[in-house]
């Protein structure tokens, strides 16, 4: 169990995320760069929340029936969680050239069937989040303390699933349920509040019974610290604040597009970039 | 007479005392898909998800993936209209959920077509992991329930609203994709499926009695009108062949089968076609998806192809007391009889 750690621990902790989320987006932007198809976008707005999940929040457990649980709602950001699993060695390094390949097991949009280290497949959005509750609730019948996450994207809670999902785990109070809404603030044809405004976001989730918080979601140790805050007893629901194409403090990676995909160019940059702050992580 | 909802209900209380691991999703429907009795014995196996069927979906794929089994229970119609849901949550995922669809067809009679279904086997025949059950009577269906509280594979249990009378006898084994003669007979076969399968074995015992549409029997006013009704003059079972004591005169003997699970094993399909030179598919639901598409993959393919015809609903439906639809659409005993009749009297293929 994790105790009270010190505070220089804590801040060594948080380092150690960031160098692994910058290493994911390393990968993740190889693996779209070589695929030659993908959202980059989507992936970078999620980097650090995923990060700090593998890294720092999901229990494994003995087995996969007993640790906790992740579903990635919003399938097509399939590309930072199979990032995670190279950077943390769940995955073989070769396979980052087999993106949306065919045979391929790193699906285009995740699939379970073709990789077990995916919880639950996803791609048409607005369906992770029912998966989610179904889980936790089993896991309460079965006597499991273990938590369930569910990362949905902002746009994706336009789905009209979503909110029965949402009224359902938070009339029943349904406990060892985290979902963490990327609030990147951007769609596919432009931005959630021209589209269809979710506003207001937090009103409406403690409306529907949710505990909520709110952070920033490019700092590991906001996220880390409101994971760890989460309601023991009921649903929890963390809205990151993101942006769409998120590399670093001072770099967005093709004016936060949600599918555009990097020149050449583009691509160099954002790794010289990337490797810049990686040696300033060191 | 029972409805396989109702032995659906039973079966269920009774295989959830054996298996812990059955469990219920419910939404707002348990009176109607005879799931309450569950509830009020395992009220902690039963979640009540509301008028909501995308979540119940998918609260349901949740609760297989860490190894339940659950009945998500609804109407065929409103359940399978979550599709996109279905498709990924239970199909890509593979898990191991039962959509219990009841009100197959039109039995649902005056609440017409926004309640029937009528296109659910065409959804869910789409998906190759997906295994469809429609039982016929109440032994396939305590039969298919066992079956599905021990498989861990995605089904569709398709069940009817109106009661049927029992078809198979006690030595009946049902086994998943293994269609069922209950008739053999000669000449054509009809296969048929759930609440359709009674109608169809009625339609060929009267035929093979004493043909029972050239006898004048009441109920022949309703059809004598319809586009058959020369077909019927010209019968093999006219009044000459009555006379003559000739075949003829013992009337058209179909044979009969009941196709109670799909995907249907190809085999044995070919096998009991085999020696048949008609074959008539009799399905409560839409003529495109269905059962006829089905078989008519496996039938039109046979070298010796055989004249291959389907009687099934070619619209949306309508509202209307259940017999008067099912006299509408031909699907009563009358119907299917009067069809085979006029089928017998095109030259096989």
Same mark, same amino acid.
């Given at each position: 169990?994790?105790?009270?750690?010190?505070?220089?621990?804590?801040?060594?902790?948080?380092?150690?995320?960031?160098?692994?989320?910058? #290493?994911?987006?390393?990968?993740?932007?190889?693996?779209?760069?070589?695929?030659?198809?993908?959202?980059?976008?989507?992936?970078?707005?999620?980097?650090?929340?995923?990060?700090?999940?593998?890294?720092?929040?999901?229990?494994?457990?003995?087995?996969?029936?007993?640790?906790?649980?992740?579903?990635?709602?919003?399938?097509?950001?399939?590309?930072?969680?199979?990032?995670?699993?190279?950077?943390?060695?769940?995955?073989?390094?070769?396979?980052?050239?087999?993106?949306?390949?065919?045979?391929?097991?790193?699906?285009?949009?995740?699939?379970?069937?073709?990789?077990?280290?995916?919880?639950?497949?996803?791609?048409?959005?607005?369906?992770?989040?029912?998966?989610?509750?179904?889980?936790?609730?089993?896991?309460?019948?079965?006597?499991?303390?273990?938590?369930?996450?569910?990362?949905?994207?902002?746009?994706?809670?336009?789905?009209?699933?979503?909110?029965?999902?949402?009224?359902?785990?938070?009339?029943?109070?349904?406990?060892?349920?985290?979902?963490?809404?990327?609030?990147?603030?951007?769609?596919?044809?432009?931005?959630?509040?021209?589209?269809?405004?979710?506003?207001?976001?937090?009103?409406?989730?403690?409306?529907?019974?949710?505990?909520?918080?709110?952070?920033?979601?490019?700092?590991?140790?906001?996220?880390?610290?409101?994971?760890?805050? #989460?309601?023991?007893?009921?649903?929890?629901?963390?809205?990151?604040?993101?942006?769409?194409?998120?590399?670093?403090?001072?770099?967005?990676?093709?004016?936060?597009?949600?599918?555009?995909?990097?020149?050449?160019?583009?691509?160099?940059?954002?790794?010289?970039?990337?490797?810049?702050?990686?040696?300033?992580?060191? | 007479?029972?409805?396989?909802?109702?032995?659906?209900?039973?079966?269920?209380?009774?295989?959830?005392?054996?298996?812990?691991?059955?469990?219920?999703?419910?939404?707002?429907?348990?009176?109607?898909?005879?799931?309450?009795?569950?509830?009020?014995?395992?009220?902690?196996?039963?979640?009540?998800?509301?008028?909501?069927?995308?979540?119940?979906?998918?609260?349901?794929?949740?609760?297989?993936?860490?190894?339940?089994?659950?009945?998500?229970?609804?109407?065929?119609?409103?359940?399978?209209?979550?599709?996109?849901?279905?498709?990924?949550?239970?199909?890509?995922?593979?898990?191991?959920?039962?959509?219990?669809?009841? =009100?197959?067809?039109?039995?649902?009679?005056?609440?017409?077509?926004?309640?029937?279904?009528?296109?659910?086997?065409?959804?869910?025949?789409?998906?190759?992991?997906?295994?469809?059950?429609?039982?016929?009577?109440?032994?396939?269906?305590?039969?298919?329930?066992?079956?599905?509280?021990?498989?861990?594979?995605?089904?569709?249990?398709?069940?009817?609203?109106?009661?049927?009378?029992?078809?198979?006898?006690?030595?009946?084994?049902?086994?998943?994709?293994?269609?069922?003669?209950?008739?053999?007979?000669?000449?054509? /076969?009809?296969?048929?499926?759930?609440?359709?399968?009674? /109608?169809?074995?009625?339609?060929?015992?009267?035929?093979?009695?004493?043909?029972?549409?050239?006898?004048?029997?009441?109920?022949?006013?309703?059809?004598?009108?319809?586009?058959?009704?020369?077909?019927?003059?010209?019968?093999?079972?006219?009044?000459?062949?009555?006379?003559? *004591?000739?075949?003829?005169?013992?009337?058209?003997?179909?044979?009969?089968?009941?196709?109670?699970?799909?995907?249907?094993?190809?085999?044995?399909?070919?096998?009991?076609?085999?020696? =048949?030179?008609? /074959?008539?598919?009799?399905?409560? =639901?839409?003529?495109? *998806? *269905?059962?006829?598409?089905?078989?008519?993959?496996?039938?039109?393919?046979?070298?010796?192809?055989?004249?291959?015809?389907?009687?099934?609903?070619?619209?949306?439906?309508?509202?209307?007391?259940?017999?008067?639809?099912?006299?509408?659409?031909?699907?009563?005993?009358?119907?299917?009889?009067?069809?085979?009749?006029?089928?017998?009297?095109?030259?096989?293929?």
């Amino acid at each position: 169990m994790r105790g009270e750690p010190t505070v220089a621990a804590q801040r060594a902790d948080v380092a150690r995320i960031a160098r692994l989320a910058t #290493r994911c987006r390393l990968v993740l932007l190889e693996m779209i760069h070589r695929a030659g198809s993908g959202h980059a976008g989507s992936s970078l707005s999620c980097a650090d929340i995923v990060s700090v999940l593998k890294f720092d929040q999901l229990d494994p457990g003995p087995d996969r029936s007993t640790g906790d649980v992740f579903v990635l709602s919003k399938g097509h950001a399939a590309p930072a969680w199979y990032a995670a699993l190279i950077v943390g060695g769940d995955l073989p390094a070769e396979e980052v050239g087999t993106l949306r390949a065919l045979d391929s097991r790193l699906q285009g949009h995740p699939d379970r069937t073709r990789l077990g280290l995916v919880d639950v497949s996803t791609g048409a959005l607005g369906q992770g989040l029912s998966v989610a509750v179904g889980r936790a609730l089993a896991r309460r019948l079965h006597g499991r303390n273990s938590t369930v996450y569910c990362l949905l994207g902002d746009g994706e809670c336009q789905e009209g699933q979503v909110w029965e999902a949402f009224l359902y785990a938070g009339a029943h109070r349904v406990p060892g349920l985290v979902a963490i809404i990327d609030h990147n603030g951007s769609q596919s044809d432009g931005a959630v509040a021209d589209i269809l405004p979710l506003c207001p976001l937090p009103e409406k989730l403690r409306a529907f019974g949710w505990h909520v918080a709110e952070v920033d979601g490019h700092d590991h140790g906001e996220v880390r610290d409101a994971l760890r805050r #989460r309601d023991r007893d009921g649903p929890s629901v963390i809205i990151a604040h993101t942006r769409k194409g998120h590399l670093g403090p001072d770099r967005v990676l093709l004016n936060g597009s949600h599918s555009d995909l990097p020149s050449a160019a583009e691509y160099a940059a954002a790794v010289d970039y990337l490797e810049t702050l990686l040696e300033a992580h060191e | 007479m029972t409805s396989t909802r109702d032995w659906f209900g039973t079966a269920l209380v009774e295989i959830a005392r054996e298996y812990d691991h059955i469990v219920v999703v419910n939404c707002d429907l348990a009176k109607a898909t005879r799931t309450l009795p569950f509830k009020e014995e395992f009220p902690d196996r039963f979640f009540e998800c509301g008028i909501a069927e995308a979540n119940a979906i998918g609260v349901a794929a949740g609760l297989a993936q860490e190894g339940f089994r659950p009945f998500v229970a609804s109407f065929g119609h409103f359940l399978t209209g979550k599709f996109l849901e279905i498709f990924q949550t239970v199909g890509l995922n593979d898990a191991g959920v039962v959509l219990v669809g009841t =009100h197959a067809g039109l039995a649902i009679g005056r609440d017409g077509p926004t309640q029937m279904g009528l296109r659910d086997l065409a959804l869910m025949r789409t998906l190759p992991n997906v295994g469809v059950f429609q039982p016929a009577d109440g032994t396939e269906t305590w039969q298919m329930m066992a079956h599905l509280a021990t498989d861990r594979r995605p089904a569709y249990l398709r069940l009817c609203r109106q009661p049927l009378p029992e078809v198979h006898t006690d030595g009946y084994h049902f086994r998943p994709g293994i269609p069922h003669v209950l008739r053999a007979g000669a000449d054509v /076969v009809v296969f048929a499926m759930g609440g359709t399968v009674p /109608v169809a074995v009625e339609a060929a015992d009267r035929l093979a009695a004493h043909g029972a549409l050239a006898h004048g029997a009441p109920a022949n006013g309703s059809v004598a009108g319809g586009p058959v009704a020369g077909g019927l003059a010209a019968g093999g079972v006219s009044a000459a062949g009555v006379a003559a *004591g000739g075949p003829a005169a013992r009337g058209i003997a179909p044979t009969v089968v009941n196709v109670s699970s799909l995907p249907v094993d190809r085999e044995t399909v070919e096998r009991i076609v085999a020696g =048949h030179q008609r /074959v008539l598919v009799v399905e409560d =639901h839409y003529a495109v *998806g *269905g059962l006829a598409d089905e078989l008519g993959r496996i039938v039109l393919g046979l070298p010796d192809r055989p004249r291959f015809d389907v009687l099934a609903v070619p619209d949306y439906g309508q509202a209307g007391p259940p017999e008067d639809l099912y006299r509408r659409y031909r699907l009563d005993a009358e119907g299917i009889a009067a069809h085979v009749t006029a089928l017998l009297q095109d030259a096989p293929r």
